[in-house]
Each structure stands twice: as structure tokens, then as C-alpha cells.
């Protein structure tokens, strides 16, 4: 059970008519955050996976195994250098799709509920090779059209604070877009608040909370990331009129990525090329497939997924303040996210995430009742 000071009832209460013109300020604010995230998507950042073979100049990727007549000799299944590029591919896009804290320790009351909306940039090592994995890269060429070095969020969130299941308890739901991609993520979480309210002594306020998010807007990959913070925050009234609440949280990411089904030779329309008669003739062959595929379901075999991997741990240090001035509310935050080192514990070549360090800036505002 949470050790909570009962907060006195305030002096002052806005009107029932000022507070719903107030959340409808807060809703309007998401809707904005979240329109202006839509309007700035392109495709750039979008996942194509098979990019994380190493084409090594060629037009084909080496995993494809052909015959000398053209045809597909073998499934197509990634080497282990490719599925560890997947595991810190997803290890890193994991860390931006994850929820951070920016909340302090104390929750919002049983009777409290707060509008946001909310900016995000995190660090990526877009210079690996692992983040060939995305559209704008040219798998034959590289070194051009690298992603930018930050991935930026944008999106809104509501939080509500209530006294059951547990007193002390929070819970909160989001949707965040990421810039220049199709991708978007749900996310949400739930905070028991172990100690809060003490805010005249020089106790400061414990919490847990956990998290989950899940990414949308691909078929590349199911990706699901799983959170569990330790944080500490401490009150400060200033001047009467506002409050500063510093906070400090540790947390442990899991990050479950399972591949979707991906074509090795998109060029080539399988069904077009079953289709087709058997022929020799390379004017009547499909598009893209060798004369040997038509009248077959051979490009079949081009189809592949990465094999499902063992959950991907990282570790994440979080510092923020959270400034409230009357309804209205500003959090600041600065996360520090340490390099990758587990290993797939399914595979045998036991395939390391190699991801880097990351860092991550955020912001919200909105409305604090």
C-alpha cells in the first residue's frame, strides 16, 4: 500500500464552465501535435528490411540463391552478420518507440487528469550499417541517403490519476508519430506512487511504473517494447504562485521485435510469374523474374523473415524538472540510454545487438486539473 500525505484541498477552485473550456484547450492541443506530425510524414524513415543484407555493389541481394538458368534454388534465409544487424536495428528504433517518463514521482490525485502534448529527439548511430534498414537508403550504394542522426516524435497523451485499483495509482495512454515515416505508436503505462505528498519535509517521492508500446504503420516488423522505471522527485513551491518538481528514474527496457514476411526480389511479381506460360523468350517473361521462374511459383522462395530472436534488454538513465503554474504545465527531459549487449539466446551463432549509446530530448505541455 502507497505511504501518501493527504494533499489539503486547495483555496481556490476554477469554475466547472472555465475547467471543461480548459480540457477542450488540451484536447485541441493533441489534435494539432498530432496533425502537424502527419503533415511532415514521408517515407524516408520507413523500415525496408531487406536492405540489411550486404549487397557488396550487387543488384541482388547474396542470400538469393540462384541456379545458372535464373531460378531460386533454395529459401532464402539471412546470414548471421544480417541478423544482427536486425536485432541492433530494433534494438535502436526500440529505444524511440519506448515511453519516457515525463512525469515526476508523484501522481496526480485521485480525483486529477492531465492533457499533453508532447516533442521527443533521439539519438540514433544512423552511421551503422544496421540502419541501411530504412527506405531511404540505396542497398547498393550505402553511403548515400543515410538517415539523419536524430528521429523526431510528435504526439499527445492523457494521464488520470485514480485511488483503485491501488490508492496512489495512475495510469496514462498515447499515440506518438515518428517524422518522416508512416509509423506511428500506441503507447500507455501505469504508476504506484510508493511514497508522495510530503512535500513540506525533506522526504523525497517514490514510484514504480510500468509501460508498453507497440509500433503500427509496418509490415516489416511486430515490434512491442516493455518498460519498468524506478523514479524519485521532489516539490518546490516558488514564490507562492508555482511548483518545480525535479526527478531522477532508472529503467529497463524489453524489447520483443518479431520480422514480418519480407520479398528478397521485389522486382519480380511471383503470382505474375506463375501466371505467365513457360517460355524462353525474355520478351515475354514478367518483369523483374528470370524466363526459368515463369509458369512457376519458384520467386516463392524469395520470401524469408528473420528468425524470431530472443527479447532485446537495454537500460535507460532519465533527469527532468516538471514546472506547474496554476493548469498549465512544462516538463523537460533528458534521457541517457547505454550501448547494447545481449545476445540472441535461440540462435546458435548467438547473434549480439550491437547497437551504441543513444540520448534522447524531450518536451511536453499541456494541461494539468
Given amino acids: 500500500?502507497?505511504?501518501?500525505?493527504?494533499?489539503?484541498a486547495p483555496t481556490h477552485r476554477a469554475s466547472r464552465p472555465v475547467r471543461t473550456r480548459s480540457a477542450l484547450a488540451g484536447v485541441a492541443?493533441?489534435?494539432?501535435?498530432?496533425?502537424?506530425?502527419?503533415?511532415?510524414?514521408?517515407?524516408?524513415?520507413?523500415?525496408?528490411l531487406l536492405n540489411l543484407c550486404d549487397f557488396g555493389g550487387a543488384t541482388?541481394?547474396?542470400?538469393?540463391?540462384?541456379?545458372?538458368?535464373?531460378?531460386?534454388?533454395?529459401?532464402?534465409?539471412?546470414?548471421?552478420?544480417?541478423?544482427?544487424?536486425?536485432?541492433?536495428?530494433?534494438?535502436?528504433l526500440g529505444v524511440v518507440i519506448a515511453p519516457r517518463l515525463q512525469t515526476p514521482a508523484d501522481t496526480l490525485g485521485y480525483a486529477g487528469f492531465q492533457f499533453s502534448a508532447e516533442l521527443g529527439v533521439t539519438k540514433i548511430n544512423s552511421d551503422r550499417s544496421y540502419w541501411n534498414g530504412v527506405a531511404s537508403v540505396d542497398p547498393t550504394n550505402p553511403n548515400a541517403g543515410r538517415p539523419?542522426?536524430?528521429?523526431?516524435?510528435?504526439?499527445?497523451?492523457?494521464?488520470?490519476?485514480?485511488?483503485?485499483?491501488?490508492?496512489?495509482?495512475?495510469?496514462?495512454?498515447?499515440?506518438?508519430?515518428?517524422?518522416?515515416?508512416?509509423?506511428?505508436?500506441?503507447q500507455g503505462y501505469a504508476k504506484l506512487a510508493l511514497q508522495e505528498g510530503f512535500h513540506g519535509w525533506w522526504l523525497p517521492s517514490?514510484?514504480?511504473?510500468?509501460?508498453?508500446?507497440?509500433?503500427?504503420?509496418?509490415?516489416?516488423?511486430?515490434?512491442?517494447?516493455?518498460?519498468?522505471?524506478?523514479?524519485?522527485?521532489?516539490?518546490?513551491?516558488?514564490?507562492?504562485?508555482s511548483r518545480l518538481e525535479p526527478f531522477l528514474g532508472w529503467n529497463v527496457l524489453w524489447i520483443d521485435a518479431q520480422s514480418g514476411v519480407i520479398d528478397a526480389t521485389p522486382s519480380c511479381d511471383a503470382f505474375a510469374a506463375h501466371q505467365a506460360m513457360a517460355t524462353t523468350d525474355p520478351d515475354k517473361t514478367p518483369k523483374g523474374c528470370q524466363p526459368a521462374q515463369t509458369g512457376t511459383w519458384n520467386d516463392t522462395l524469395a520470401n524469408f523473415t528473420f528468425p524470431q530472436q530472443s527479447v532485446i534488454t537495454r537500460y535507460?538513465?532519465?533527469?527532468?524538472?516538471?514546472?506547474?503554474?496554476?493548469?498549465?504545465?512544462?516538463?523537460?527531459?533528458?534521457?541517457?540510454?547505454?550501448?547494447?549487449?545481449?545476445?540472441d539466446s535461440k540462435q546458435p551463432e548467438a547473434v549480439r545487438d550491437g547497437s551504441g549509446s543513444q540520448q534522447s530530448f524531450s518536451l511536453s505541455a499541456g494541461f494539468d486539473f
Avoid at 500500500?1 to 489539503?8: D, E, I, K, L, T
Avoid at 492541443?29 to 525496408?48: I, Q
Wanted: glycine share 12%.
Fill in 29 to 48: 492541443l493533441v489534435v494539432v501535435a498530432l496533425a502537424s506530425g502527419g503533415a511532415a510524414r514521408g517515407a524516408n524513415n520507413d523500415l525496408h
Fill in 316 to 343: 535507460r538513465w532519465s533527469g527532468g524538472f516538471k514546472l506547474k503554474m496554476s493548469v498549465l504545465f512544462l516538463v523537460g527531459e533528458y534521457d541517457f540510454i547505454q550501448a547494447g549487449k545481449s545476445r
Fill in 1 to 8: 500500500m502507497a505511504f501518501s500525505r493527504a494533499r489539503p
Fill in 60 to 92: 541482388e541481394c547474396p542470400w538469393v540463391m540462384r541456379a545458372p538458368n535464373g531460378a531460386i534454388t533454395a529459401p532464402v534465409g539471412p546470414d548471421a552478420d544480417g541478423q544482427a544487424r536486425f536485432r541492433s536495428l530494433m534494438s535502436e
Fill in 148 to 186: 539523419s542522426s536524430y528521429l523526431t516524435t510528435v504526439g499527445g497523451f492523457v494521464r488520470k490519476g485514480m485511488w483503485f485499483p491501488l490508492p496512489a495509482f495512475e495510469f496514462g495512454a498515447g499515440a506518438l508519430s515518428i517524422l518522416g515515416s508512416n509509423m506511428y505508436v500506441l
Fill in 206 to 241: 517514490f514510484a514504480v511504473r510500468g509501460s508498453a508500446s507497440q509500433l503500427l504503420g509496418t509490415d516489416q516488423v511486430d515490434l512491442n517494447v516493455y518498460g519498468l522505471d524506478v523514479l524519485i522527485s521532489k516539490a518546490f513551491g516558488l514564490a507562492g504562485t
